[in-house]
Nanobody
Framework: QVQLVESGGGLVQPGGSLRLSCAASGRSISTYGMGWLRQAPGKEREFVASIDWDSSSRRYADSVKGRFTISRDNAANTGYLQMNSLKPEDTAVYYC????????????????WGQGAQVTVSA
């Protein structure tokens, strides 16, 4: 069983940046795909980005394309989400998760989840 812990969330002004980290423990995630999803109040959880086990392929939601970058360090058993040019509509709880599904892009593709990190974009 993989345990995931997100960190790096917080309050940031519009146009600012944050970097989320996802530390895995329990087992190596080097053979799993990894993704980030988010959930805003009153809304369903939505896909943000995902990356294959060897970083050979990345996918992004249209709403974050060009602003967010997903990456991973298998040696450190950690994933990252660099978020630039943040907007108020990016405000949500961000979850990292792992998947055995290639090119995972929906919540049902992911198995183990972290507890979430709050990101608030506000002036």
């Amino acid at each position: 069983q993989v345990q995931l812990v997100e960190s790096g969330g917080g309050l940031v002004q519009p146009g600012g940046s944050l970097r989320l980290s996802c530390a895995a423990s329990g087992r190596s995630i080097s053979t799993y795909g990894m993704g980030w999803l988010r959930q805003a109040p009153g809304k369903e959880r939505e896909f943000v980005a995902s990356i294959d086990w060897d970083s050979s392929s990345r996918r992004y939601a249209d709403s974050v394309k060009g602003r967010f970058t997903i990456s991973r360090d298998n040696a450190a058993n950690t994933g990252y989400l660099q978020m630039n040019s943040l907007k108020p509509e990016d405000t949500a709880v961000y979850y990292c998760a792992v998947s055995r599904v290639r090119w995972a892009t929906t919540a049902s593709d992911f198995s183990s989840w972290g507890q979430g990190a709050q990101v608030t974009v506000s002036a």
